[in-house]
């Protein structure tokens, strides 16, 4: 995958992850506490400027309350 697809999925995912966390209510400091990361985590994701591993993807899922595959449905 190149870097603009790299660039393109994260900007989808980032935002599949703000509509979620938007439609339950959260600020982005509400749900990085929640995965214990620092504030600027879920904006950095919002805005794909960051890379997320797996086992971070789970948190959020469990955090905003839906499957982990729910993440990725955009």
């Known amino acids: ?6 660039k393109v999925f994260h ?9 979620l ?6 600020t982005q400091e ?3 506490f929640e995965i214990e990361a620092d ?3 879920i904006a950095n994701i919002e805005n794909a400027h ?3 591993p ?3 993807i789970r948190l959020i899922a469990k955090a905003l309350n839906i499957e982990p595959y729910e ?3 955009f």
Not at 1 to 6: A, C, E, F
Not at 11 to 19: A, D, I, N, S, T
């Open 1 to 6: 995958m190149g870097k603009k697809m790299d």
């Open 21 to 26: 966390r938007k439609e339950r209510g959260m």
């Open 50 to 52: 960051r890379d997320i």
């Open 11 to 19: 900007k989808k995912f980032g935002q599949r992850v703000r509509f």
């Open 71 to 73: 993440l990725l449905k």
């Open 39 to 41: 504030n600027s985590y």
């Open 54 to 56: 797996l086992s971070r």
């Open 30 to 32: 509400q749900l990085s």
